[in-house]
């Protein structure tokens, strides 16, 4: 739970940006504040490779002004 976590949170953020639910839920919440444990450690090795996947959401989420659209390129 805690990868799936780490992997699509900043996919979620990037889409959802105005909507911010993934600070505001419980488990999310939860979550991060492992996440954040573990970061001092090694994470941003990990995480690296997966910078140009998010760029590329981010970059294709820019503009889209509705929730149809955002749910596109999730799927």
Known sequence: MLSQHLITKPL???LFENY?????TQV???LDAV????????????IQPL????ES???RA????NP?????IVI
């Open 35 to 46: 996440v954040e444990l573990l970061e001092d450690h090694f994470l941003e090795k990990e």
């Open 28 to 30: 999310s919440a939860s």
């Open 51 to 54: 910078e140009k996947l998010y």
């Open 20 to 24: 911010s639910f993934t600070s505001h």
């Open 12 to 14: 979620f953020d990037a």
């Open 62 to 65: 820019k503009g889209i002004d």
């Open 57 to 59: 959401v981010r970059k």
């Open 68 to 72: 149809e659209g955002r749910q596109r």
